[in-house]
Nanobody, 124 residues
């Protein structure tokens, strides 16, 4: 069993920054890739970023590449998402998730543990 808790969301003006955190308990995550997803009202949940268990490789959706940075601290069992140059279209609930298998995939159906989500709202 894995319990994931996101934090760090909020209201920010366009061009601003936020740092999201995803703290895990119940299992050590260092052997798992981890992903961040987001879901805007009326839209499907979409992949944002992922990171290898070792932290050695990262993956991003084209829409956030160059603006967002995913990282992790395995000693703290925590994954982060640094979001810079935020745009109104980044407004969504952001979720962290653990894949069913240990490796990354952009398909949200292949993740079995999810946090409760944290709201990010970017005003224009």
């Amino acid at each position: 069993q894995v319990h994931l808790v996101e934090s760090g969301g909020g209201l920010v003006q366009a061009g601003g920054s936020l740092r999201l955190s995803c703290a895990a308990s119940g299992r050590t995550l260092s052997s798992y890739d981890m992903g961040w997803f987001r879901q805007a009202p009326g839209k499907e949940r979409e992949f944002v970023a992922a990171i290898r268990g070792s932290g050695g490789s990262t993956y991003y959706a084209d829409s956030v590449k160059g603006r967002f940075t995913i990282s992790r601290d395995n000693a703290k069992n925590t994954v982060y998402l640094q979001m810079n140059s935020l745009k109104p279209e980044d407004t969504a609930v952001y979720y962290c998730a653990k894949p069913i298998r240990s490796f990354y995939t952009p398909d949200p159906r292949m993740y079995d543990y999810w946090g409760q989500g944290t709201q990010v709202t970017v005003s224009s």
